[in-house]
């Protein structure tokens, strides 16, 4: 069983910053905290890979906030950073954590390939 919650969302002006956090819980012989990423999905529309992140420091980022977010872990403490800089209003939408035992690494930032994901937390930017 795998539990996972965000935090830090909230709204902010464009330009500014915010840092999201989730904590992961796995119980099992496997650790399912190993493999962990961000996700957001705004109003109709559909869920988009923000980055991951694997305990060995592999990493990935989507174009669309290369250069603004960073993602970060926390490995001892199972919690997995987001660092956006110079948000934008189109950053808007619900954030969500997602984490797995193993996920193909050319695709982790496809939504179909997590199999446990958090509650989300909200990220609204006014311009």
């Known amino acids: 069983q795998v539990q996972l919650v965000e935090s830090g969302g909230g709204s902010v002006q464009a330009g500014g910053s915010l840092r999201l956090s989730c904590s992961c819980a796995?119980?099992?012989?496997?650790?399912?905290?190993?493999?962990m990423a961000w996700f957001r999905q705004a109003p109709n529309k559909e869920r988009e890979g923000v980055a991951a992140y694997v305990d060995d420091g592999e990493q990935m980022v989507a174009d669309a906030v290369k250069g603004r977010f960073k993602i970060s872990k926390d490995i001892g403490q199972k919690t997995l950073h987001l660092h956006m800089n110079n948000i934008l209003p189109e950053d808007t939408a619900t954030y969500y954590c997602?984490?797995?035992?193993?996920?193909?690494?050319?695709?982790?930032?496809?939504?179909?390939?997590?199999?446990?994901w958090g509650q989300g937390t909200q990220v609204t930017v006014s311009s």
């Open positions: 796995s119980s099992g012989f496997t650790d399912s905290c190993y493999y």
């Open positions: 997602a984490a797995g035992t193993w996920v193909n690494r050319a695709r982790m930032l496809r939504a179909n390939q997590w199999d446990h």
